[in-house]
């Protein structure tokens, strides 16, 4: 027992020393890091012995799920996490050798913002409101440099420019709210730059932003990198942005890291349990049969009692006795490979990942092909209306949130409604349950002509018409109990009988148990929360669902176990769902058909294999393109179509084909061709290929945008 | 903001209007009041005649119409007393009360404020739990006690005048602003310090902070520049309406010290039924609260440039 752990246990510190020694000194090397915090629930460790670097112009990826402690880390680089309550138990952090933990406040300072930058999350909350941002720029010059308001001013004017903001002279004198999200998120890269820091740590740089913009982003930080040989310790928990963007990648864990190699590395030959298991449950857009997802079980566990042993034992598929003693500590997967894992199952891994999975039960299910629709919408239209006046309000406009569109959803299907935010796929959403008033146009559900419904009629009708929303933290009444959540359901709508199981039934169905009934919202983590959500939906048997973003709040392990039950549920029930998103991958998953959306119109509508791998339309091409596959091999051949811009305002749409200002068809048009696109407006045609295949555009044509 | 401002006066105006209606109704249910004399009957026929030159004697609805008339052009009537235009009687005290205001609120901002600031950033420390402790204890304490204490202690002491006052003796404004000053402000300046502590405590959270600590800006800087604007936003709503309540007249406080502004005027008048010159400080303070209010909506878009004025 002794020398098995002795030989288990080779220190981190011996692996690195082994490993590094031919590549030339690390720029940034954080070595054996451990951040607690003493709380009156007991130690957090946050982070519990860390050890990474990262060199020049090279880009490590630290990837885990919330809760990982992968911010902390960074943080804690920057000598921004306050202590107490946050205690340093043991660790360095070595900037060029220079040892930031042990320096003062005031010199650490002097490298903040300086040597080592870092930009978040979110960019509309890392901004400060009530300053200009040139200003903010400006700031961040003045105090690392001795120059002058007006150079630092001119400085910050540059930097605006180089970071691809249009106008950047009169963008500068604009606050932060007067910016779309992604080129607030070019100011804080502007921002960071502006003192050509050695060290770049991006936390989360794209997750609030749209997959065409995060494409824009990367790119952009991708051209920074190369022309001033920046290292990026980019923070993440997307693994399709990591195989495109990292060099190398750690993989965190409950605060530790469990697998670290090059990108090859990790996504050809994971060998720890939860790499593995991090890949399986991730939907991946380019399979033409998409696999069925392997969810890990449970959730992530809380850093104040990380479970003994191997912290990911409980989830783990291939666990036994040993994992639950011993800390596995990481090790090279061959004498000198920088490959390293901390599984005691490398080789069981191994095999599970060269197994290939079972089809979804969504690839193996017939088409449901001319079968009457059970959902029809014709011509809905929701606008918005802007009022102005100082005593009398008139109506001078209207946002133009959904402008007429067309869908039919066959019974037992999923259609989903892509796009980027803004373009009125919620909102359509919403209308088709009538939750809006739409403006004009008809839904039928069924027999019902819902949008004729009176309103007595229309609750009764809300039986089969049911909605599960994004947020399952804030859609869930915090005061009632699970219970009362659900039998409420029966009370209002007098639909279906209240019987003493009912509930522990309708919790078995989405996988909870029943115990959980009597227990609060608070009580429950985000994945269980989301079930309890589609519990309430599914009790009254409903003919639709309408599923908005349903996974999208999830972490990524917790994103499968949600994914299966909903193609779960409608097998067993024949649900029809209109899903909407904005994660191509989760759509080419789930769907039967999708339709994409572009400021209040659809622009390509087919079945999901048509759409995916035969996009016709250059709005639906550039979508898929900007979606990073999780797999580098896919990436590195991969064309990415970047567009320019941002959604153009929906209360002044351009004429013509609304897309046209950031279509790179359009672009390469002849001068004739292009008026066509200005001055006619494109109608949604079925294509050559396939009468189930409409597209609306005047140059049509295939690109090959998802494998390359 | 031209329309803007605009909207607001035409909202002042109806809240003027129904002001007055309520006061008249409520002058009306006090009573006659040239009946007595303090103990003493007034004799029948002396009263009416006062009533009739006041124009007691019209119907209540004519004298309202009547009053509204002559308030637009500038003229609030006779006191009942010393015969004298309502509107002299405010120029007199008009500028005491302002002064005790804005000496009043400058105190509380002071006190309020820095002790707010030190109380989030030294959040749990000996220092924030004494301004938690200190500025409870001075919430539950009636302003009146305060005033009360503060008469029995320190009036007549060094430079403060003694209380009950001689009007014959003149005094320096400062000497007799500071203690009732110094009274209404304790209690707003404890309702400041709480405010002004969760709302930088909140900003002190905010990603944006976290962003200025990252630039490697100094502790300073983070708090006093990129905290404190964006931590003053409620602050100012509510030093706001309490500077417009207290130009409106602190009665009591005014009262206790016979401090000769507004509410001390209002304070007297009350007592002695003297209804023009009620009416006339009532309007004054609504427009006091209008006016002030107005101000904190053009403040709050200044500090505040997501806030547009519509």
Redo the contacts between chains.
């Keep these: 027992m002794t020398d098995m752990t002795k030989t288990r246990t080779v220190g981190q510190e011996d692996v690195l020393r082994a490993t590094n020694g031919d590549r030339g000194a690390p720029l940034l090397e954080v070595r054996d890091l451990r951040v607690h915090f003493e709380t009156g629930g007991g130690i957090v460790k946050a982070v519990d012995g860390v050890s990474w670097q990262v060199r020049e112009g090279e880009t490590l990826a630290i990837v885990g799920e919330s809760g990982s402690g992968k911010s902390v880390s960074a943080m804690t680089i920057l000598g921004l996490v306050p202590s107490p309550p946050a205690v340093f138990p043991t660790g360095q952090v070595l900037l060029r050798g220079k040892s930031l933990l042990e320096m003062s406040e005031k010199q650490q300072r002097k490298l903040r913002g300086n040597e080592i930058a870092m930009i978040f999350q979110d960019p509309l909350t890392a901004l400060n409101p009530v300053f200009k941002v040139g200003d903010q720029i400006a700031e961040m010059v003045r105090s690392h440099q001795s120059v002058g308001r007006a150079a630092a001013n001119k400085k910050a004017v540059d930097l605006l420019g180089e970071v691809g903001i249009p106008n950047p002279r009169a963008r500068a004198l604009q606050y932060p709210h007067e910016y779309s999200g992604g080129m607030r998120q070019r100011a804080m890269i502007a921002m960071a730059l502006a003192n050509d820091p050695q060290v770049l740590l991006a936390d989360e740089p794209t997750t609030a932003l749209d997959v065409t913009v995060q494409a824009q982003i990367m790119q952009l930080l991708v051209d920074l990198q190369e022309s001033r040989n920046t290292a990026i310790v980019l923070i993440t928990h997307d693994l399709g942005l990591v195989a495109s963007h990292a060099d190398r990648i750690a993989v965190m864990y409950a605060g530790r890291i469990v697998e670290t190699g090059t990108t090859t590395q990790i996504f050809s030959s994971p060998r720890h349990a939860y790499t593995y298991g991090l890949l399986s449950s991730l939907a991946r857009m380019d399979h033409a049969r998409p696999e069925r997802l392997e969810p890990i079980q449970g959730q992530p566990p809380s850093l104040s009692n990380v479970p003994s042993g191997c912290a990911f034992h409980p989830r783990c598929a291939f666990v036994t006795e040993e994992c639950r003693t011993d800390v596995p500590q990481l090790i090279p997967l061959t004498v000198g490979s920088d490959h390293q894992h901390a599984c005691v199952h490398p080789d069981r891994v191994a095999e599970a990942h060269a197994t290939p999975r079972p089809p979804a039960l969504k690839a193996v299910t017939p088409a449901h092909v001319d079968v009457p629709p059970v959902v029809e919408v014709a011509r809905l239209v929701k606008h918005f209306p802007i009022k102005s006046g100082v005593f009398i309000r008139r109506t001078v406009g209207a946002v133009q949130a959904v402008d007429g569109i067309d869908l039919d959803i066959e019974p037992g299907t999923t259609l989903s409604l892509v796009g980027e935010s803004g373009c009125g796929k919620s909102t359509a959403a919403r209308a088709i349950l009538r939750l809006h008033e739409p403006t004009s146009g008809t839904v039928r559900l069924g027999e019902h002509d819902v949008t004729a419904l009176k309103p007595a009629e229309l609750r009764k009708a809300r039986e089969d018409m049911q909605i599960v929303f994004q947020d399952p933290y804030a859609s869930l009444n915090p005061r009632m109990t699970i219970r009362q959540i659900l039998s409420e359901k029966y009370e209002l709508l007098g639909g279906g009988k209240l019987t003493d199981t009912t509930i522990s039934d309708l919790l078995d169905t989405v996988g909870l148990s029943a115990e959980y009934a009597d227990r609060y919202p608070h009580e429950f983590s985000g994945g269980q929360r989301q079930r309890v959500g589609i519990a309430r939906a599914i009790a009254l048997n409903p003919k639709f669902v309408v599923l908005d973003e349903p996974v999208s709040a999830l972490d990524v392990s917790i994103q499968a176990q949600i994914l299966n039950l909903l193609e779960k549920l409608q097998a067993d029930f024949g649900l029809t769902y209109l899903f909407i998103a904005h994660d191509l991958s989760v759509v080419r998953h789930i769907s039967d058909r999708v339709a994409v959306m572009y400021l209040g119109r659809i622009v390509e509508l087919a079945d999901r294999d048509d759409l995916f791998e035969r996009p016709q339309h250059p709005y639906t091409q550039a979508l898929i393109s900007a979606v990073p596959i999780p797999d580098p091999e896919v990436e590195r051949v991969r064309e990415r179509i970047v567009l320019t811009g941002d959604v153009p305002n929906p209360a002044n749409p351009p004429s013509g084909c609304r897309f046209r200002t950031r279509c790179w068809k359009h672009l390469e048009l002849s001068e004739p061709d292009k008026r066509r696109c200005i001055d006619i407006e494109p109608t949604l045609d079925v294509t050559r290929e396939s009468r189930r295949h409409t597209v609306a555009c005047h140059f049509a044509g295939e690109r090959q945008v998802l494998r390359g | 903001m031209g ?1 803007f401002i ?2 607001r006066a ?1 909202q002042a105006l109806l809240v003027i209007i129904g002001a007055t209606l309520l006061v008249f109704l409520a002058n009306f249910a006090f009573g006659d009041p040239f009946g007595s004399t303090g103990d003493r009957q007034v004799p029948p026929a002396i009263a009416a005649a006062n009533r009739a030159a006041f124009g007691l004697d019209q119907p209540l609805p004519l004298q309202y119409l009547t009053y509204m008339g002559n308030l637009f052009t500038g003229d609030l009537g006779v006191d009942y007393n010393q015969n004298r235009p309502v509107i002299e009687l405010l120029i007199e005290t008009v500028p005491n009360t302002a002064r005790l205001a804005l000496v009043a609120i400058v105190i509380d901002i002071f006190i309020g404020v820095t002790a707010g600031i030190i109380a989030a950033v030294k959040r749990y420390s000996f220092a924030d739990v004494l301004v938690t402790v200190v500025s409870t204890l001075a919430i539950g304490i009636p302003t009146f006690v305060i005033g009360f204490v503060l008469v029995a202690t320190l009036s007549g002491v060094g430079p403060f005048p003694t209380v009950p006052r001689s009007f014959t003796v003149e005094v320096p404004w400062y000497t007799e602003v500071l203690l009732p000053a110094f009274a209404l402000a304790i209690v707003d300046a404890a309702f400041v310090a709480r405010l002004m502590r969760g709302s930088m405590l909140e900003v002190l959270r ?3 902070i ?9 502790e300073r ?1 983070v708090i006093g520049k ?1 905290a404190l ?2 931590s003053m936003i409620p602050v100012i709503t509510y030093i706001g309406v309490s500077l417009g309540g207290l130009l409106g007249g602190a009665i009591i406080t005014e009262g206790i010290f016979q401090y000769p502004g507004v509410g001390y005027l209002l304070f007297r008048a009350i007592g002695g039924n003297n209804a023009p010159v009620i009416t006339a400080v009532v309007i004054f303070s609504v427009l006091a609260i209008v006016v002030l209010s107005l101000i904190v909506d053009i403040l709050y878009a200044y ?4 806030i547009r004025l519509s």
């Design positions: 329309k605009l909207r035409a905010s990603d944006y976290r962003t200025a600590r990252a630039k490697g800006l100094s800087k990129h604007r964006n500090l505040d440039p997501r």
